[in-house]
């Protein structure tokens, strides 16, 4: 695979280069995809095209996976045919976290989604992007195992980013328990009742405040990690900065996801406009 030029526009080479514009995807596949890959493009060229060739690998298994809930027949036969090779050189850790993505994407992407408790919904997110973040290049044994505390992390911050995508699609990753305990029901979150209930507020602190440090206790193993090849070092410091604009602009909008999504997206366009090299 061809390095890719800097110069190429950051939201365009996601489109073209990470395969997200390929399939029925349910939202703005080339802008998330710059907002959580963008920075590959500044790799050197003898690295660049491992992360490209994964990072295109597990989009397709995105966008599949998402294209699945529109058309489960059509999608179903080209997702047993993902590209396995991808990650075989690695051995079988490797085919492992990428055989249980893809089992994860199939359990937890649907409308019908229903999870009972914290617990589930941390088992999600471990088996969503705790496997996920096993598919990165260059680690060692020990940073193959703590990094999916990283991964957790970032399945949570998407989620949170995608809150006015995912209720516009009917689906609602809170767990049963937590709306529960903030008094709030399902269809509160999926359509606009949230506005007017004094549980939502209650419910995203005790997200925030409560729930998050936990996970991120989860994640201080391989945030310790310090002999981090270099591109996955610059993975985990571009996380970290995506996560802080994520709860920055969360919380600076009182927790109203429609204006979050408004806002967060518009800066991500501007922030591709102030890095041309890209």
């Known amino acids: 695979m061809r390095c890719i030029a800097r110069s190429t526009a950051g939201i365009a080479w996601a489109a073209s280069h990470l395969d997200s514009s390929a399939h029925a995807a349910l939202g ?3 802008l998330k995809d710059f907002d959580s890959a963008g920075w590959v493009v500044d790799l050197p060229p003898s690295i660049q095209p491992v992360w490209v060739q994964r990072i295109r690998a597990i989009r397709q298994a995105d966008r599949l996976s998402e294209a699945r809930q529109l058309d489960r027949a059509a999608a179903d036969d080209i997702f047993l045919r993902l590209p396995a090779h991808v990650f075989a050189a690695d051995g079988p850790r490797a085919l492992a976290a990428w055989t249980g993505y893809l089992a994860a994407l199939r359990a937890f992407h649907r409308r019908d989604l229903r999870l009972s408790g914290l617990a589930d919904h941390r088992a999600m997110l471990d088996r969503l992007s705790g496997s996920l973040f096993q598919l990165v290049p260059f680690l060692s044994p020990p940073q193959f195992e703590a990094i999916r505390g990283l991964g957790v992390l970032d399945q949570f911050f998407n989620n949170l980013r995608d809150l006015a995508e995912d209720a516009a699609h009917g689906i609602c990753y809170f767990p049963d328990d937590a709306l529960a305990r903030a008094r709030l029901r399902r269809d509160d979150v999926l359509g606009d009742r949230w506005r007017s209930k004094p549980g ?79």
């Open 28 to 30: 703005d596949d080339a």
């Open 200 to 278: 939502w507020p209650n419910l995203m602190r005790f997200w925030l405040d409560e729930y998050l440090p936990e996970l991120e206790r989860g994640a201080a193993r391989f945030d310790a990690c310090d002999d981090l090849h270099p591109s996955v070092a610059r993975l985990r410091s571009e996380c970290r900065a995506r996560y802080l604009r994520i709860l920055h602009r969360f919380r600076a909008v009182g927790f109203d996801f429609h204006r979050f999504a408004e806002e967060y997206w518009r800066e991500v366009r501007a922030r591709e406009g102030a890095n041309p090299s890209r």
